[in-house]
């Protein structure tokens, strides 16, 4: 019934709210554009304390952040960035989303054709859902008025952010091997360590640590998470399957991420490995 209303709100009209728990900007890694130089842009969300707002998938309740660009002729935007995501609280409801303050990031090509000494602005909506005590839809024009140069420095503190987050996306990796069974409401994750370069759970304590984030919504982020650590390193993880798929015919793959703050990889700091084992199903 809650995810059934959340889903109702996010179709409203979202310039009917106002900003509540957050504050946006639209933020430059250079200076300057240069004539199809491509460059970074962010969308810097910073949080109200006991607010947040929802990853590219949100788990069973929520809606993602989205930026909607007004595109000025010849101009390429990439897809919206986001970095790893952390379990965040709906209510009591487990759902994926920032506490933090955060950077999401696009890459922009600019045409070849623009003279230095014009300026631009770029510009577009951004969209979210904002919850603390109370969840809020709300929407905002942004825009980004740069120079145009022949050359272009970088803002020292924006390209720290967007750095930072950029080391903190999802990772695949060989160094581990997927396997995923299903039967009935009930999926195994099985991960095996395939190389001597992967970062091993030290004990069934610290292997709890880890948390799975669902793609595409296929398992309840809310329900609980039962993980087994053997003798070998090969991690065993119940997940339950979500009573509602947004995504039409059953998905043939496990798309998730594990976080684990100590990484999965020996000597490499980042902690989302990404994996989309094929499903096996009962028969």
Not at 92 to 114: H, S, Y
Not at 119 to 138: E, R, Y
Not at 231 to 257: F, N
């Amino acid at each position: 019934m809650l995810f059934r209303l959340l889903f109702a709100l996010c179709a409203w009209p979202f310039v009917a709210f106002a900003q509540t728990g957050l504050k946006l900007q639209l933020v430059s890694e250079q200076s300057a554009i240069v004539p199809g130089k491509p460059f970074t842009i962010g969308l810097w969300i910073q949080h109200d304390r006991g607010w947040h707002t929802y990853w590219r998938f949100p788990g069973i309740v929520g809606v993602p952040t989205q930026m909607k660009w007004d595109l000025p002729k010849g101009w390429k935007f990439g897809p919206l960035v986001y970095p790893e995501p952390e379990r965040t609280l709906m209510f009591q409801i487990k759902a994926q989303g920032f506490d933090r303050d955060v950077m999401l990031r696009t890459e922009v090509t600019p045409p070849a054709d623009l003279r230095p000494g014009e300026s631009v602005t770029l510009s577009g909506k951004a969209s979210w859902m904002c919850c603390g005590n109370t969840c809020h839809p709300g929407a905002m024009d942004l825009s980004l008025t740069l120079p145009v140069s022949t050359t272009s420095t970088v803002n020292e503190k924006w390209h720290a952010l967007l750095e930072a987050e950029c080391a903190r996306a999802e990772r695949s990796s060989d160094v581990w091997k997927a396997e995923a069974s299903e039967k009935g409401r009930e999926i195994t994750l099985t991960l095996r360590p395939a190389d001597t370069r992967a970062a091993l759970r030290r004990s069934q304590r610290d292997a709890e640590q880890i948390i799975v984030f669902t793609e595409d919504g296929w398992f309840d982020s809310d329900k609980p998470q039962t993980i087994t650590l053997h003798s070998d390193g090969t991690l065993s993880i119940q997940l339950i399957k979500a009573d509602t798929y947004l995504g039409g015919k059953p998905p043939t793959t496990l798309r998730c991420i594990l976080r684990h703050n100590d990484g999965w990889v020996k000597g490499e700091s980042w902690r989302c490995l990404q994996i989309a084992p094929v499903i096996v199903r009962a028969k």
